[in-house]
């Protein structure tokens, strides 16, 4: 199992350093998510600061860019990992697409399967020179030499895409890459729902399940004494929270045994009520969404928890705030080799 860590995009300046840390400290890569600010710079600074280090976006979001743009983006930072870069895109959610970006969410999901297509035919048209994608949403087909990245010294990126309803992990296993989970999406949900229908959709492309990677996020409350496991505890806490108001996750709260909870959270949050939407995320929530251990044992109960389910595991909070704590990286680096043995 290869071991992730996520980091929310940083100031430029501090990426080189953040790279170098996670490859010293024995993570398989780093995956930046997109937020205020573009996961794409952010890999560009690490992928030369840190050479060999697996680079991805977890997610960007894909709508606001054009097919091509995201493909050339993505060529150039496969390039510059020396292959070792995966997009990440996911579609957002309606507001922040149409009233931030400024971009249309019209059928996110068939556009975003017809987005994946025309990034793939995009990578193919920089090893051939012929652009030729004719989607339901997309339609390319002019390319000149002067426009095209070229041909690679790689294989194309990998393309992986977020998704949580069945639809959209049915259409992740028959046209992408790889599978973004969604960070609530607890070990049941996974088997319930994510490892089936990514099968049938590889199924329909005559693919195998192998074929694309399923890549969860797991928030992790760590340490040798009460103490330091309690603040852990209360960070997580608020990420469910923050998470759980979203109306289309609800269902993965309800079958783990907690219905309701997502409208418990969105009165809280309509009043303003940021500690009250916290506090509608109990104990029972975390032990079922959240590994919690010591030190030594964190590895054995991650494995246990996921083996068998996720090709890559990224851990959400290993970072902490501001960039984190270096002994307390350091010691989650130990973790993410003795998995990756």
Known sequence: MHIDVMAIPQPLARIGDLARRTQGAGFSGLLFTETGRTAYLNA??????APG????????????????????????????????????????????????????????????????????????????????HHGEFYDLDFLTPQWSAGPLDAPDPKVDVAAVNPWMLRMAGEVADGVHVHPIGEPGYLTRHV?????????????????????????????????????????????????????????????????????????????????????????EHIAVFATESTWDGLADALTEKYAGIATRLVLYNALGDALGDHERFERYGEVARLMHR
């Open 44 to 49: 560009a600074v690490a992928s030369q600061a």
């Open 53 to 132: 280090l697996e680079l991805s976006t977890g997610v960007a979001v894909a709508f606001p860019r054009s097919p091509f743009v995201t493909a050339a983006t993505a060529w150039e930072l496969q390039e510059a990992t020396g292959g070792k870069f995966r997009l990440g895109l996911g579609t957002q959610v309606r507001t922040h697409v149409v009233r931030r970006y400024g971009a249309v969410f019209d059928r996110p999901g068939p556009r975003m399967r017809d987005y994946v297509l025309a990034v793939k035919a995009c990578f193919a048209a920089f090893r051939t020179g012929t652009l030729d």
């Open 195 to 283: 490892l089936p229908n990514v099968a049938e959709g590889a199924a329909k492309a005559a693919r195998t399940p192998s074929d694309v990677a399923v890549i969860v996020p797991t928030m992790t409350i760590v340490g040798d004494s009460d103490e330091e496991r309690d603040n852990d505890r209360e960070s997580v806490r608020a990420s469910l929270a923050f998470y759980g108001s979203t109306p289309n996750y609800a269902f993965i709260w309800d079958e783990a045994g907690f219905e309701g909870t997502t409208a418990r959270i969105r009165e809280k949050q309509k009043a303003g009520d940021f500690a009250g939407m916290a506090a509608q995320i109990t104990d």
